[in-house]
């Protein structure tokens, strides 16, 4: 790896083979080498269960809370009360993933979310009605995943060989996006036929077929060459300095909070869909824009084939940003609502690119002993950056208006990546 700060153990690493330059539609098609092997394999297989299984959950907490109250805020309450669960715990939860075995802690938190799902179903199948209690078990939720994900991306580097971890971030990615596409379609389908409680209830199942697949996983201890530590606020802080001294890590979060914070514009959506698209109709504008997406990403990871054999991942992440900010700035000047669904779908396409890259530029890049760290950062970055982006969008689309805030975040996108790419060179350099 042509880099002074890359990892220099990887267990399961070995030299890229000589394939056969793959013909017609293969060149496009996923790139699904990292299914060969087996624990990678279950790893993946739990993703697609728990991936459509948690938006069941994700839709009907809220549907719940608004049945009970009949008010928006308290759906918006119960959104903040997950957050800061999920801040804590990812971070904490990446300094438990690098001093304890990987898949202990994966069965740990597995089977923690899967008895919050059946707290949910009970307490809806009771009837209880309590708001409070919804929004506790929500809160219990969002821990145990923000414990869980530092360990799940993690992990993924000890399963799969380095020149395959842009691969397996794409199946990965890919199963996530279309599981927010397909399981509130499942649900809102499932809601009036079989209800609430039943609904949550599916979400728990799910779960213990995830679990049952991890349990399959092999040992993920940490390595022989690693300290024996605690997981505690040292070891947290430890992992900022590390981000700090590693300025091609440091750039890879820099580059999600410019695309997320700058140029995700959900918050606008309901305003577009009644103003600048009420003649397609504002509830058919509305499912179509935040929907775009999500579709983007899934037909980007689908035709990953075409670029998750790059080796420059530096150009890659850079690219894929740049190209986000474009494709905001043309959404946000369409007054058709098929073109701005359109630019929207590019937006995904490119949102799927950089996940890919920067999730395989954190897995490589960094050392064993200090991925489980810096996952806990990137899933404190990917829950946050849309929050704040809601904020400021909001914000911006009252003073300014919906469609000039769109497209002036596009451009600070666009802007604020170039000036990053051009004065930090680490990022350009970076390749595997």
């Known amino acids: 790896m042509d880099t002074s700060e890359s990892s220099t153990e990887h267990p399961t690493d070995d030299p890229a083979p000589a394939e056969p330059p793959r013909r017609g539609w293969r060149r496009w098609a996923m790139d699904t080498r990292p299914l060969r092997r087996p624990a990678y394999r279950r790893l993946w297989a739990s993703t697609i269960v728990t991936a459509v299984g948690s938006q069941l959950t994700a839709v009907a907490v809220p549907k719940q809370i608004y049945d009970i109250t009949g008010s928006s805020a308290w759906v918006g309450y119960a959104s903040l009360a997950g957050l800061l669960p999920l801040v804590v715990f990812a971070l904490w939860g990446g300094a438990i993933a690098d001093s304890m075995d990987r898949r202990k802690l994966l069965l740990l938190t597995n089977s923690g979310i899967a008895v919050t799902s059946v707290l949910f179903w009970l307490q809806a199948a009771t009837g209880l009605g309590s708001v409070t209690v919804l929004m506790v078990l929500l809160a219990a939720q969002q821990a145990f995943f923000g414990l869980n994900a530092p360990a799940r991306s993690a992990s993924i580097a000890r399963l799969v060989p380095e020149h395959e971890l842009a691969a397996a971030n794409a199946l990965g990615s890919t199963v996530m996006q279309t599981g927010l596409v397909a399981g509130p379609l499942l649900a809102g389908a499932l809601i009036p036929v079989i209800g609430l409680p039943e609904l949550y209830l599916l979400d728990a199942v799910a779960l213990c077929v995830a679990v049952w697949a991890v349990l399959r996983l092999p040992s993920l201890p940490p390595l022989a060459s690693t300290v024996a530590r605690r997981a505690g606020v040292r070891e947290i802080a430890a992992g900022f300095r590390y981000i700090a001294l590693h300025k091609v890590l440091l750039l890879s979060f820099l580059a999600d909070i410019v695309a997320m914070v700058l140029g995700m514009p959900r918050a606008l959506f309901p305003q577009l869909a009644a103003e600048t698209f009420a003649p397609y109709g504002e509830g058919l504008a509305l499912g179509l824009l935040f929907a775009a997406i999500p ?14 054999r790059a080796r420059r991942h530096g150009w890659m992440v850079i690219g894929a940003v740049v190209a986000w900010g474009l494709a905001v700035t043309g959404f946000g000047l369409s007054t058709s609502l098929w073109v701005a669904v359109a630019f929207l779908a590019a937006a995904g396409v490119a949102d799927m690119v950089s996940m890919v890259f920067r999730g395989a530029i954190l897995l490589s890049a960094a050392t064993d002993e200090m991925r489980g760290r810096m996952q806990g950062v990137f899933t404190v970055v990917v829950a946050g950056g849309p929050r704040l982006a809601d904020v400021l969008h909001g914000t911006a689309g009252s003073a300014f208006g919906a469609r000039a805030a769109v497209v002036g975040g ?23």
Do not use: C, E, K, N
């Not at 579709?295 to 998750?308: D, E, N, R």
């Not at 170039?418 to 390749?431: E, H, I, K, V, W």
């Open 295 to 308: 579709i983007g990403a899934v037909v980007g990871g689908l035709f990953s084939g075409t670029f998750s």
């Open 410 to 432: 596009g451009l600070l996108v666009v802007a604020v990546m170039l000036a990053l790419a051009a004065a930090m060179p680490d990022l350009r350099r970076y390749r595997v």
